[in-house]
């Protein structure tokens, strides 16, 4: 179609595009998808071809797509108020509002939420409250963040650095010099295969009590972690593992960053990823599914006990000089509000849990027993399928054939969507939190048909 053309022009010659192969895309060497409309957990492209998108974007369309109910809060939050800043206690009904609904929904001991516009932002907000917490408390040395290889916190300078992927840091300058990488839970890729889960944990939790200990304790200042690994491999934590770390954080009396950008509000099969791993979080990330990504909104949680420091520290110091100039945008808020009443009405944390049981009992059905398949794991509504030269000895394949890029592509060409994961051949698989059990047989069909073709 010629209006394709056109647009496919104009995108080469004039769109900046995140996370992209620039020069091959400037080229025109890889193909621009240009998307118009979609439907549940269905989008649809310019030329009228219809994918399943089984990532729900970039796991953020929990509620799915065209949920009128969001689409008519924001119109008419647009129209009686499209803006005001939360600087100097101003607020908007939607927006203490939507603190209140977090609130009510976040695991014990959680006090206030600052609004933010995205992951990086909150995380971003995050270190800089810890920083600010330390010095309130006459710590100024405790200043380092522990992140672990294979996590994703964004990707500005800190949260880059705390990201621990190569190809946030590669020829970035990054990571800074404040944040530093432990081991990360990936059961599979345990460097001795006769460990059990619970001894992989205890081992997990050995090695960070060392580098704490290397680094010294009275210089670390929080841990960052995501309740199940997400781009790094969507990897749920081993047995164990959590309880192990909560138990060395406390210790060494070192906050705990709690990253539910992805976790939070349902995906797990619970409201949060905390509350289904028993942790105990100081401040929590939030972002993607507070929306559903109908608005850029994120937040940051903070404790009982953070929130009292801060308060010291105004009462001291002044203001908190942190602020966003969209910080609790009304029309985000008014997109929060209406997708957590939705969350609610159509049950869909419980669809989580029991949908995606049924999609880890299917994936294993069709695939466990190929001889290229490594692991097959989730949780939730979360689930990813790894491949390798062979089970055992476990073998990965080489990097340079792409395997899981290619696997990506032939699932694409069956019209469903789903997402090949950094360093490592991953398929990774997040769909809308309102797929039903039908459309989990089209995604498996998709991904058993591509592996016949590439394997």
Not at 35 to 42: D, L, S
Not at 243 to 253: F, G, M, P
Not at 385 to 399: M, R
């Amino acid at each position: 179609m010629l209006t394709n053309d056109q647009l496919a022009k104009w995108d080469r010659e004039n769109f900046f595009h995140p996370s992209t192969h620039l020069a091959q895309h400037a080229r025109g060497d890889t193909p621009t998808r240009i998307i118009k409309t979609a439907k549940g957990v269905y989008i649809e492209d310019r030329d009228g071809t219809r994918l399943l998108d089984a990532f729900a974007g970039l796991y953020c369309v929990n509620v799915g797509y065209g949920r009128s109910e969001i689409a008519e809060a924001i119109a008419a939050q647009a129209h009686e108020l499209a803006y005001y800043h939360s600087y100097v206690g101003h607020g908007t009904e939607a927006s203490v509002t939507l603190a209140k609904m977090i609130l009510d929904r976040a695991p014990e001991g959680m006090s206030k939420v600052y609004f933010g516009q995205s992951g990086s932002d909150a995380n971003e907000t995050n270190i800089k409250l810890v920083w600010y917490y330390n010095n309130i408390l006459g710590r100024p040395e405790k200043k380092k963040i522990i992140s672990r290889w294979r996590g994703y916190h964004g990707s500005g300078l800190m949260t880059g650095s705390l990201t621990g992927l190569e190809l946030f840091h590669a020829k970035f300058d990054l990571p800074l010099s404040q944040v530093i990488h432990t081991e990360a839970p990936y059961y599979l890729r345990r460097d001795d295969p006769a460990l059990s889960e619970q001894d992989f944990s205890a081992q997990c939790a050995a090695r960070l009590e060392a580098l704490i200990i290397a680094q010294g304790p009275d210089t670390i200042a929080a841990f960052i972690g995501e309740p199940v690994l997400g781009t790094g491999g969507i990897v749920p934590p081993p047995a164990g593992y959590w309880a192990a770390i909560q138990a060395v954080l406390r210790k060494y009396d070192i906050l705990l960053i709690a990253d539910e950008v992805v976790t939070g509000f349902g995906r797990l099969g619970s409201m949060f990823g905390s509350d289904h791993y028993g942790i105990t979080p100081d401040i929590i990330t939030i972002a993607k599914g507070l929306t559903s990504a109908y608005a850029p909104l994120s937040g940051s949680i903070v404790s009982d006990g953070i929130w009292a420091v801060l308060e010291n520290g105004t009462d001291e110091n002044g203001p908190l000089g942190h602020g966003w100039t969209y910080s609790a945008h009304p029309i985000g808020a008014a997109a929060g509000v209406a997708n957590l009443k939705l969350i609610d009405t159509l049950g869909l944390v419980d669809n989580a849990a029991q949908t995606g049981g049924y999609l880890l009992e299917r994936l294993r059905e069709s695939l466990s027993d190929h001889p290229n398949v490594l692991e097959i794991r989730g949780e939730g509504l979360m689930a990813a399928v790894e491949f390798g030269e062979s089970k055992s000895p476990l073998a990965l394949f080489e990097p340079s054939r792409k395997i899981g890029y290619a696997l990506a592509a032939a699932v694409a060409r069956r019209n469903v969507i789903i997402r090949a994961m950094p360093q490592g051949d991953i398929l990774g698989l997040a769909p809308p939190l309102c797929i039903s059990k039908d459309e989990v047989d089209l995604v498996v069909a998709a991904i058993a048909g591509a592996v016949s073709d590439v394997l």
